[in-house]
């Protein structure tokens, strides 16, 4: 998720049972020109593996170029393409979920990628369609598949829903029954039951976690557990193991990002450790409090402060 899931937050998710992630989306373009931050959000360490890259673009020779390129520079497990983001920015090139009403373009960015890299496995992540008058999540499958894409993930959401209302599971189990390569459901997972009721109900071969895991990394043990038929380990996070991810998520960060912004100020990812404040006890209070934080030491003796007020 573009902002989120970098490095450094994919570690901690890696840590807590993520099976397999995938950047967040990097433009074609930027790659191509070697923009410093766009190689940034490709980088992953040989530990966070199976992992994959997610490029967007509109421009068949682009998409392939910029495919290229990440092959030779960091051999992911596989390459990604974004047919999903609703963003204006995005689909006013006709790029994101802008390609679900120009689908012809879609394929041509679909064979020009996978012309250039027969031998990395390509995926793709889409929505449902451009609006609930136009869905063509099923039909764009069907010839991603005979495309040669050999995984798919559906968001359960049109472009114009953005993230609004409710993921359309039906829908993703309509796509899920159409094609044999699998398909990944995704929107609204957000605990073990609704994990359990989607994969019993959809036909789907996984499940991807958006939201969710930004307050909650540990979401992927306590879905594996659900899975298992253990019971639901999400109310034991203590406050203490709370605050140690928060600081880990900060240490983390400041190592990945350090020969680019320095390794002191920790206030420009303070919006990154915010998710993981929510439901804290004066979550409220403590995000004032973040904003009074310089470094590393500040967040620790905050964290000092908290747990004293908020006894275990
Ligand atoms: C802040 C934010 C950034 C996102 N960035 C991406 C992205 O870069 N690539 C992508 O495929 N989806 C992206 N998404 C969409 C999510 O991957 C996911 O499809 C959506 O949030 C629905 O799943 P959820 O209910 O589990 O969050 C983003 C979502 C949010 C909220």
């Known amino acids: 998720m573009a902002r989120h899931t970098d490095q450094a937050f994919r570690q901690i998710c890696k840590e807590q049972g993520a099976d397999v992630m995938v950047t967040e989306f990097v433009q074609s373009e930027a790659l191509i020109r070697d923009n410093v931050k766009a190689w940034e959000m490709v980088d992953f360490t040989e530990s966070q593996r199976p992992m994959g890259v997610q490029i967007f673009g509109a ?23 974004n047919f999903g983001c609703p963003a204006h920015k995005v689909i006013e090139q006709n790029a994101g979920s802008g390609l679900l009403r120009c689908t012809p373009l879609l394929y041509d960015l679909v064979k020009a990628v996978k012309d250039a890299m027969p031998d990395v496995p390509l995926t793709a992540k889409m929505r449902l369609g451009w609006d609930h008058a136009t869905i063509v999540a099923v039909e764009v499958a069907g010839r991603l598949e005979e495309l040669g894409v050999e995984a798919l993930a559906v968001h359960g959401r049109t472009k ?58 540990w979401i992927f043990k306590e879905l594996k557990a659900t899975l298992t038929g253990a019971p639901s380990s999400a109310a034991t996070v203590s406050l203490q193991e709370r605050w140690d991810t928060l600081l880990r998520l900060a240490e983390l960060t400041l ?9 002191r100020d920790v206030r420009w990812m303070l919006d990154r450790l915010h ?19 310089y470094t590393l030491t500040d967040l620790r003796r905050l964290r000092d402060h908290h747990l004293a007020e908020y006894p275990l």
């Open 59 to 81: 421009t068949p020779a682009s998409m392939a170029r910029a495919a290229r390129l990440i092959c030779d520079r960091v051999r992911p497990d596989f390459l990604d393409l």
């Open 160 to 217: 114009e829903q953005g993230y609004s209302g409710q993921a359309h599971w039906g829908w993703i189990a309509k796509v899920a029954a159409a094609v044999d390569i699998p398909v990944i459901g995704n929107g609204d997972v957000h605990d073990g039951p609704s994990a359990l009721e989607r994969l019993n109900t959809s036909g789907v071969s996984g499940l991807m976690i958006g939201r969710a895991a930004l307050k909650n990394p």
């Open 255 to 263: 190592e990945v990002y350090k020969s680019r912004l320095g390794d």
């Open 275 to 293: 998710p993981l404040t929510q439901g804290l006890p004066g979550s409220r209070r403590l995000r004032d409090q973040f904003q009074h934080c």
